[in-house]
């Protein structure tokens, strides 16, 4: 049973494009999250949801949008997308805000063509 | 600022020798440790975290890490690694109700 499952895999896409991404955990935790992994695997912080509410919105465009339907669900959705956009982006959870110990999901391979 | 410095973006190390990765932190407050490792296409486990306590850390995988708050250190050590270890290793921090920030991460590929 995956604790954090993120769809899908792989996604390749042309420029221009709008994607999403869905997350979901079957934890219980309160609290998610986005990072972006870059070429040179840095990991960095885009979005942090608790309970549904946006609490953490680090320099992200805002072609950035992420949706948290419920506590269990946060989606990214990418409007118009750019080269520079490629990359892997995780999801994780945690039981609350600062709690230690993320969960991470395994991750969604973006490559815009 | 808060953050965690990885000091060597490859580690090469043949089998069943010892091995360390470095990491350094700086925090004005207490702050969190972790060791997360990515195997190749696959997403972030965590290996151990330092929270307080003893500051000999056990984790997964015969791995294990010490807190050294006067070098501002948190390194990651095996003493006998294996082909199955190569991965990429992650130290992170995190402060009061802060989000996780990491480090560059460290390459370590076990050579047969």
């Known amino acids: 049973d995956t604790a954090v499952s993120q769809t899908p895999k792989y996604l390749v896409t042309q420029m221009g494009n709008d994607k999403s991404i869905k997350c979901e955990q079957n934890?219980?935790?309160?609290?998610m999250y986005w990072y972006k992994q870059d070429s040179k695997k840095f990991l960095k912080i885009m979005f942090s949801y608790n309970n549904k509410e946006l609490i953490i919105n680090e320099t992200v465009p805002n072609r950035f949008s992420p949706k948290s339907p419920d506590k269990a669900h946060l989606n990214l959705h990418i409007n118009s997308l750019e080269l520079g956009d490629s990359a892997v982006y995780f999801c994780?959870?945690?039981?609350?805000?600062?709690?230690?110990?993320?969960?991470f999901g395994s991750g969604t391979r973006l490559t815009v063509v | 600022a808060q953050s965690v410095t990885q000091l060597d973006s490859q580690v090469p190390v043949f089998e069943e020798a010892p091995v360390e990765l470095r990491c350094n932190y700086s925090?004005?407050?207490?702050?969190?440790l972790f060791w997360y490792v990515q195997y190749p296409n696959q997403g972030l486990q965590l290996l151990l975290k330092?929270?307080?306590?003893?500051?000999l850390v056990k984790g997964i995988n015969g791995f294990e890490a010490e807190f050294n708050k006067s070098q501002t250190s948190f390194h990651l050590r095996k003493p006998s690694v294996h082909i199955s270890d190569t991965a990429e290793y992650f130290c992170a921090g995190q402060t009061g109700a802060n989000n996780l920030f990491f480090g560059t991460g460290t390459r370590l590929t076990v050579i047969p």
């Open positions: 994780a959870s945690s039981q609350a805000p600062g709690y230690y110990g993320y969960t």
């Open positions: 330092y929270l307080s306590g003893s500051t």
């Open positions: 925090s004005s407050v207490s702050v969190y």
């Open positions: 934890l219980g935790h309160d609290t």
